[in-house]
């Protein structure tokens, strides 16, 4: 007879006790499964972009040393966590198990193939062997297995798209489904880190949201970017800059919006230091969404204090009702953008 664990996964915790499986420093790994768990075949990791940024940057972007520094995470914690950022990413894999509570309650079965839409931060893990390392799009595949407790949330992987392409844009699915809650018929919303994945799907999301009235502007690290998003109208303007330099980007933003500043600004970059580029555009009441998991929530709080701003600070929650399929529907309804995603991220 299987156990029976927590819901939410408390059982894996074995240091310190009490806490959850995100928060604990290390979880049981052990791939048995419990009566309230789903045991996965893993074939891919896709590591959040700030966590693999942060981890290949400090190997020096050898991959050999990066690979190394991947096992000795999962070894020392039971999870893929990154110590300095926190954070984690998702999988895709293959239903092995499904724990005996959980058969007939949920709609998946045995040799389903899904995404993991919880992070990897609090999923336990047991790597067997790294196959390859894709540093240019944050991607790991490996021959691994991981637990999905009774609380974790899934997809099944579409038939209409690979399972490279859609692993890629879920990994983000929690941006673009909040910027469609997020932004309203003519609003102006600000986009730092317009070319990354997440952040054009935020620009196609947002530019159907505003309608003709409203204005979206793309914060680009380069020229090549720029003229990108805008022969693909994911933005009315591009503007060039770091989000680490926030009052060259105040002004060029501000430039872009005829003065004005903005209802909404989305920070969606891999880099930190960017909390106050994502402030001082935006007007009193408006929402700035922090989905970058390389944000200093400490910082973008004192930060919105000390310069007197009275916005609306959302935490890059990855969740948010029906998101997956929002986020799927995107790469469907923009031939032009799902090209781009399969020649990029395939």
Request: aromatic content about 4%.
């Amino acid at each position: 007879m299987q156990k029976k664990g927590n819901k939410y996964g408390v059982h894996r915790v074995i240091e310190p006790k009490g806490l959850m499986t995100q928060a604990a420093k290390k979880i049981d790994n052990t791939m048995e499964c419990w009566s309230n768990e789903i045991l996965c075949d893993v074939s891919a990791l896709n590591i959040d972009s700030a966590s693999f940024t942060q981890i290949y940057e400090a190997c020096g972007k050898d991959l050999g040393k990066t690979e190394q520094m991947i096992l000795d995470i999962v070894n020392e914690r039971g999870k893929m966590q990154n110590p300095v950022t926190g954070s984690g990413g998702m999988f895709i894999g293959t239903v092995k198990q499904i724990g005996d509570d959980l058969k007939g309650k949920i709609n998946l079965k045995e040799g389903d193939k899904i995404a993991s839409l919880v992070s990897l931060s609090l999923t336990p893990l047991k790597i067997n062997k790294i196959k390859a390392i894709h540093p240019e799009i944050d991607r790991v595949d490996v021959e691994a297995q991981a637990i999905l407790f009774e609380s974790g949330l899934y997809a099944k992987l579409p038939d209409d798209m690979s399972e490279e392409l859609a692993l890629a844009a879920l990994d983000v699915a929690g941006a673009p489904a909040q910027t469609a809650k997020l932004v309203r018929p003519g609003d102006s919303v600000l986009i730092l880190g317009g070319a990354g994945k997440g952040g054009m799907m935020c620009c196609y999301e947002a530019m159907k949201r505003v309608g003709p009235t409203g204005n979206v502007v793309a914060l680009v690290i380069c020229e090549e970017d720029a003229k990108l998003l805008k022969d693909m109208h994911l933005c009315h303007e591009a503007i060039i800059g770091s989000a680490t330099e926030p009052i060259d980007v105040l002004e060029k933003s501000l430039a872009a919006n005829g003065g004005k500043e903005y209802d909404v600004s989305i920070l969606i970059v891999n880099v930190p230091a960017c909390e106050m580029s994502a402030i001082l555009p935006v007007r009193d009441n408006g929402t700035v969404y922090c989905f970058s998991m390389a944000t200093d929530f400490a910082k973008a709080a004192l930060g919105a204090e000390g310069c007197g701003k009275d916005v609306n600070m959302i935490i890059g929650n990855g969740y948010t009702k029906d998101h997956a399929e929002i986020t799927l529907s995107e790469l469907r309804e923009n031939p032009e953008l799902k090209a781009y995603f399969e020649k990029k991220y395939l």
